[in-house]
């Protein structure tokens, strides 16, 4: 007997039917109808997009179960919404959106011990052996690794994250700290990482917080004496992932209580994950114990996205979205906006909008407009090559003369103008500035700039060139 829609659904709701209440069965899947079958890929047919919400806040567990016997583990579930006549339209509006397969993050349970330091003085508020509490992970389940899409700028993070989802702990990358500009999919990938391991490992205690709420409940732990139940806490946790840890950067107290959980967690086969927009080598105003431990595991760089990995990021977008869009406008998206993932994102978002809420068609007229407002918003990056080509042009050399060993005073001010410029209109670390100007490490660049800093302030020729490399480069 050949398999189709029908009958595979047909087979879905007798399982189904045997799973839950028969007043929740007529009301949620009785209406519902298949549609089609095609690459192990089941679309059923909804009335609304509430009725798609709610199939997926509450059984979507029990709809890939289902599915999954029928279809074998590669199964997928489409939504169809088909909602009657919109602007007057003859045929009924139809939306195609692909189920997340996943419900919320599970509350976590844990028992704590509950220790007197001294026996003979006892609280007597406290009831004495074990107490459980309830841990939000504060995971967004819509962050995972199905929507991280990998490409040559973030497949190292990427890999090493699944490594780390897949044996937390278990790996050398501990601490694994993910660094890179902004709206690259840092977050992102942090979060997609304790969605996996809540996935594989329900039971281990995951928990998401960025450092900046980290310091304010060190400070009001300071404020209720409560120093050491913050520091035991944190210690009970199995996977900690602290996002934005560069805002620790001169608060000496919060580095000094994170060092400590840090140190317990790791000699305790726990894993601890990191997100930063420095690489560790250009962290400012962080303890160097602090940051030794941040390059024990692996530091791994989050990169722009290439032209094919941008294109794979909008299509995968349109596609969860239920929307179609012609592949020309796609493809002027991803061409034109080039600096980050959220405004690449941003930018379908704004052009879906314009096209519902004016009931416009999408065209490339309509894509330009809004690309334009994003490329205009945005301070263009320039790159680190385009730099020195400026300067070497500016002073009448070749830029293999400006990367030269040479010490001849005009060639050194030339190259340390680059390496100034470097740092200020690109996101590069120093090390990578350094590298690619001349081979140099990460000291000489910050040498450079605090001498262009002071020449600046003492000397009005070498001014002048700030001023017209500043026009240029702008």
């Known amino acids: ?37 095609s690459d192990n890929a089941l679309s059923i047919q909804v009335p609304s997009k509430f009725f798609y919400e709610w199939l997926e806040e509450h059984y979507v567990k029990l709809l890939k179960v289902a599915l999954t016997k029928e279809l074998g583990e590669n199964a997928k579930l489409v939504y169809i919404i088909k909602m009657e006549n919109t602007y007057g339209n003859r045929e009924p509006f139809t939306e195609q959106i692909p189920s997340s397969n996943r419900g919320s993050v599970n509350p976590q349970e844990m028992d704590v011990p509950i220790k007197s330091k001294n026996p003979e003085l006892k609280n007597p508020f406290v009831i004495p052996g074990i ?18 899409l990998e490409g040559d700028s973030n497949r190292l993070a990427r890999s090493a994250g699944m490594a780390v989802a897949n044996k937390p702990g278990g790996t050398s990358f501990n601490p694994l700290l993910i660094f890179g500009g902004v709206g690259l999919g840092k977050t992102h990938l942090a979060h ?21 709420k980290f310091t304010q409940q060190y400070i009001e732990s300071v404020k209720k004496n409560t120093r050491n139940d913050f520091i035991h806490f944190y ?32 000699q305790n086969g726990k894993q601890v994950i990191l997100t930063s927009d420095k690489a560790p080598v250009d962290m400012q105003d962080i303890e160097q114990r602090l940051l030794s431990r941040f390059k024990w595991g692996l530091s791994a760089e989050l990169q722009n ?15 969860r979205d239920g929307v179609e869009m012609p592949d020309d406008i796609v493809e002027y998206v991803a061409k034109h906006i080039k600096t980050n993932i959220r405004e690449l994102e941003g930018a379908i978002i ?20 809004v690309v334009e407002k994003f490329v205009k918003n945005t301070k263009r990056e320039v790159s680190i090559d385009y730099i020195q080509k400026v300067v070497s042009d500016y002073f009448e050399m070749d830029v293999a003369t400006l990367q030269s060993k040479t010490r001849k005073r005009h060639i050194v001010q030339a ?21 690619q100007i001349g081979k140099r ?13 002071n020449l600046a302030e003492t000397d009005k020729q070498f001014r002048k060139y700030i001023e017209d490399l500043t026009k240029k480069l702008s």
């Open 441 to 453: 490490d990460h000291a000489t660049v910050l040498h450079a700039c605090k001498t262009v800093d």
């Open 1 to 37: 007997m050949s398999v189709t829609a029908n009958s595979v659904w047909k087979n879905c709701l007798a399982f189904i039917q045997d799973n839950i209440q028969p007043q929740a069965f007529k009301t949620w899947f009785e209406p519902i109808k298949p549609v089609k079958l």
């Open 350 to 369: 704004s052009l879906i909008a314009q096209s519902s809420f004016n009931k416009k068609e999408v065209t490339l007229e309509l894509a330009q407009q």
């Open 305 to 319: 996205p290439d032209y094919e990995t941008r294109i794979s990021i909008l299509r995968n977008k349109l596609y």
């Open 415 to 435: 190259r340390q103008l680059a390496m100034f410029f470097a740092k200020k209109f690109t996101k590069a670390s120093l090390a990578s500035i350094g590298s």
């Open 192 to 212: 997609a990482i304790g969605v996996e391991i809540k996935d594989k490992y329900p039971e281990r205690t995951v928990l998401y917080i960025s450092a900046e």
């Open 235 to 266: 210690q009970l946790i199995d996977v900690l992932i602290i996002d934005d840890v560069q805002f620790l950067s001169g608060k000496s107290g919060t580095q000094d209580v994170f060092f400590h959980i840090f140190n317990h967690l790791h």
């Open 131 to 148: 107490r459980n509490i309830k841990i939000e992970s504060q995971l967004n389940p819509n962050y995972n690794f199905d929507n991280f």
